[in-house]
């Protein structure tokens, strides 16, 4: 029989199996990108799971103690944050509670790291007003104390000396959290010392500080012009003559007119006349945003390019008091005008804070 083989024309070609080489790389190459493109994703996703079910259990097992608090003795009625937290360990595992002279050792870290950048010493977290809190005629706000929960949470947490939740008010619910918990101003962190031991006001961002009710944390100045710090800039609510005829009472203000006095209703909002900023304040703060970009300065305080702000003084005549003009081209001193306290809603109101 004729051998098949060796006739070219009846050769057999064996067949290919497998990948080239090329084949192979290619394919790798196509599975690294896809996986530079989700790991990352799938690991955040990860992350911020963990994040949020971390968050959710810390607030409401403090949310569930105060609850508890509420039905058992009320929230009202104490004296400091300490007394306050000295109750709620009756219902929260608290491991240990330092007083406002020692908050660091309640606390994972020496400094967190603001919306800013700037880092923020933690042992000055000693009043509400560093929690961004305002005090009126509904809030004081006490100095802080420190907590560590007995799962290892960290609180720096001031307490409302007019909360005015008693035995019968009946809590709500909002996600993890109860309404039985508006007494207290508080920030948290939910995973210790490890990094980045950033504070943020939501809990979608990478920060690990979060707020409980605490409307910011730092440093209550705007800007501070020669030792002097100047709280946020405000547009004054004016208040009723009735209420205004109080505020004279208080000391707040030495007089009142009998319809929309916004000038009463900075210095209510300060504190009293004597907290607002005096003649050499606003000079020394207009010196401040002359220098380098005046619209941009002004822009990073919430202002316009030309504004204007009231002093504290009162006037002499009628029912007036000094507001002073800032324009960006204007000379080195201050445009004082006298007006009347109730034609001028457009004026801004500043305190000075301690």
Same mark, same amino acid.
């Given at each position: 029989?004729?051998?098949?083989?060796?006739?070219?024309?009846?050769?057999?070609?064996?067949?290919?199996?497998?990948?080239? $080489?090329?084949?192979?790389?290619?394919?790798?190459?196509?599975?690294?990108?896809?996986?530079?493109?989700?790991?990352?994703?799938?690991?955040?996703?990860?992350?911020?799971?963990?994040?949020?079910?971390?968050?959710?259990?810390?607030?409401?097992?403090?949310?569930?103690?105060?609850? =508890?608090?509420?039905?058992?003795?009320?929230?009202?009625?104490?004296?400091?944050? @300490?007394?306050?937290?000295?109750?709620?360990?009756?219902?929260?595992?608290?491991? @240990?509670?330092?007083?406002?002279?020692? $908050?660091?050792?309640?606390?994972?870290?020496?400094?967190?790291?603001?919306?800013?950048?700037?880092?923020?010493?933690?042992?000055?977290?000693?009043?509400?007003?560093?929690?961004?809190?305002?005090?009126?005629?509904?809030?004081?706000?006490?100095?802080?104390?420190?907590?560590?929960?007995?799962? /290892?949470?960290?609180?720096?947490?001031?307490?409302?000396?007019?909360?005015?939740?008693? @035995?019968?008010?009946?809590?709500?619910?909002?996600?993890?959290?109860?309404?039985?918990?508006?007494?207290?101003?508080?920030?948290?962190?939910?995973?210790?010392?490890?990094?980045?031991?950033?504070?943020?006001?939501?809990?979608?961002?990478?920060?690990?500080?979060?707020?409980?009710?605490?409307?910011?944390?730092?440093?209550?100045?705007?800007?501070?012009?020669?030792?002097?710090?100047?709280?946020?800039?405000?547009?004054?609510?004016?208040?009723?003559?009735?209420?205004?005829?109080?505020?004279?009472?208080?000391?707040?203000?030495?007089?009142?007119?009998?319809?929309?006095?916004?000038?009463?209703?900075?210095?209510? @909002?300060?504190? /009293?006349?004597?907290?607002?900023?005096?003649?050499?304040?606003?000079?020394?703060?207009?010196?401040?945003?002359?220098?380098?970009?005046?619209?941009?300065?002004? =822009?990073?305080?919430?202002?316009?390019?030309?504004?204007?702000?009231?002093?504290?003084?009162?006037?002499?005549?009628?029912?007036?008091?000094?507001?002073?003009?800032?324009?960006?081209?204007?000379?080195?001193?201050?445009?004082?005008?006298?007006? =009347?306290?109730?034609?001028?809603?457009?004026?801004?109101?500043?305190?000075?804070?301690?």
């Amino acid at each position: 029989m004729k051998n098949l083989s060796e006739n070219k024309s009846y050769k057999i070609t064996r067949l290919k199996n497998g990948f080239t $080489l090329s084949e192979v790389l290619i394919t790798i190459g196509i599975i690294g990108v896809v996986a530079v493109i989700t790991i990352p994703a799938l690991i955040s996703n990860v992350q911020n799971y963990v994040k949020s079910k971390r968050v959710e259990n810390i607030e409401q097992k403090f949310s569930k103690a105060t609850d =508890k608090m509420l039905i058992a003795s009320g929230m009202e009625d104490y004296n400091s944050t @300490q007394s306050f937290a000295n109750e709620l360990s009756k219902h929260l595992n608290i491991a @240990q509670i330092c007083d406002n002279n020692n $908050l660091r050792s309640c606390w994972p870290t020496d400094t967190v790291t603001l919306n800013n950048g700037k880092e923020w010493d933690i042992s000055k977290t000693t009043s509400g007003k560093t929690l961004k809190m305002v005090n009126d005629e509904n809030n004081e706000w006490d100095n802080t104390i420190g907590i560590i929960t007995a799962d /290892g949470t960290s609180f720096i947490m001031s307490y409302n000396k007019k909360c005015s939740m008693s @035995q019968t008010t009946s809590p709500s619910w909002i996600g993890s959290k109860s309404s039985s918990t508006n007494c207290v101003a508080a920030i948290y962190d939910w995973n210790g010392s490890s990094k980045p031991n950033s504070f943020g006001m939501t809990t979608s961002g990478k920060n690990d500080i979060i707020p409980l009710n605490a409307n910011g944390l730092g440093n209550a100045c705007s800007i501070e012009v020669n030792d002097k710090c100047f709280g946020a800039f405000f547009i004054p609510s004016a208040p009723t003559f009735n209420e205004c005829f109080k505020l004279i009472n208080s000391g707040i203000v030495n007089k009142c007119s009998a319809n929309d006095d916004y000038f009463a209703g900075a210095a209510k @909002q300060c504190g /009293g006349k004597n907290n607002m900023p005096t003649i050499s304040d606003l000079k020394a703060l207009k010196n401040e945003l002359k220098k380098g970009d005046w619209e941009n300065n002004a =822009k990073n305080l919430g202002l316009p390019s030309q504004f204007s702000v009231w002093s504290s003084v009162e006037g002499n005549v009628g029912y007036s008091a000094d507001y002073h003009s800032f324009t960006p081209n204007g000379n080195n001193g201050i445009n004082v005008t006298t007006m =009347k306290r109730t034609k001028h809603p457009e004026i801004y109101g500043v305190c000075i804070i301690d």
